[in-house]
């Protein structure tokens, strides 16, 4: 059994940060990579940001510059810096995780989601 946990979202103005954690618990052998996606009201889901176990980050243009994505492998845990937050940044965020729970299982778990909302 594994468990994605999400923590850090809250509401804050325009031009602030927030900093969201996910920390990952259970049966793990190792973890692939971390994600944060985000889904807005009325619109699909999409990527923010992803990392691997080797370190390799990926971004969605639209945070590039103000989002950072980090990771403690340590604690199986994974960060999401938001900083100069828009309103259109509001939505909820999600984070996913791809690991190997043993050699032959291998799979693809989502936390429940933090709500990130962005006043004007």
């Known amino acids: 059994q594994v468990q994605l946990v999400e923590s850090g979202g809250g509401l804050v103005q325009a031009g602030g940060s927030l900093r969201l954690s996910c920390a990952a618990s259970g049966t793990i052998l190792r973890i692939n990579s971390m994600a944060w996606y985000r889904r807005a009201p009325g619109k699909q889901r999409e990527l923010v940001a992803a990392i691997t176990n080797g370190g390799t980050i990926n971004y969605a243009d639209f945070v590039k510059g103000r989002f950072t994505i980090s990771r403690d492998n340590t604690k199986n845990t994974v960060y999401l810096q938001m900083n100069s937050l828009k309103p259109e940044d509001t939505a909820l965020y999600y984070c996913?995780?791809?690991?190997?729970?043993?050699?032959?299982?291998?799979?693809?778990?989502w936390g429940q989601g933090t709500q990130v909302t962005v006043s004007s």
């Open positions: 996913n995780a791809d690991l190997n729970s043993n050699y032959f299982r291998r799979g693809d778990y």
